[in-house]
């Protein structure tokens, strides 16, 4: 027999699991021709620090493998939206940057992607909107200490 807090978790992470996978199809369905979602996150990322990072940085930052972070940026990096260049203190390692293509690639991306996340802001309403995003950033910051 479960407890209402279990119910009450079960149906939280049900919601939250079901969101995120129909938010994701959505949004890669708008996203400019050739971007997916992983290089989104990536450019928003790199243009929003405005700093430089090492590819094991950006993969500890998504929560994937380095394997998978170097696919990405690869990618990235053959479309023209990223720089990689060795890093002066230590040549085997890489550094990542944000080239000027890489962010009116982001920029496009977000005029894609805008209409569709205002229009289900304004669908549940800006008040429940405003009132779940600390919600949810502070289990995002307890599920990131956790690991």
Do not use: C, Y
């Not at 949004?27 to 996150?41: I, R």
């Not at 990322?45 to 929560?63: D, G, K, M, V, W």
């Not at 939206?81 to 060795?86: D, Q, T």
């Not at 802001?121 to 800006?126: F, H, K, L, Y």
């Amino acid at each position: 027999m479960t407890t209402d807090t279990e119910d009450l978790a079960v149906s939280l992470f049900s919601e939250m699991l079901t969101a995120d996978q129909l938010l994701r199809s959505r949004l890669s369905k708008v996203l400019p021709k050739g971007m997916e979602l992983s290089h989104f996150a990536v450019l928003n990322h790199l243009a929003h620090i405005q700093e430089e990072r090492s590819p094991a940085q950006l993969a500890q930052t998504f929560n994937v493998t380095r394997g998978a972070m170097t696919n990405t940026l690869g990618k990235l990096e053959w479309a023209g939206h990223v720089h990689i260049r060795p890093d002066w203190d230590d040549a085997r390692r890489k550094m990542i940057a944000i080239s000027p293509a890489g962010i009116k690639a982001r920029d496009a991306a977000v005029a894609a992607l805008l209409p569709l996340i205002v229009d289900l802001v304004e669908s549940i309403g800006r008040q429940k909107a405003r009132a779940t995003v600390p919600v949810l950033r502070e289990m995002r910051n307890r599920l990131a200490r956790d690991d």
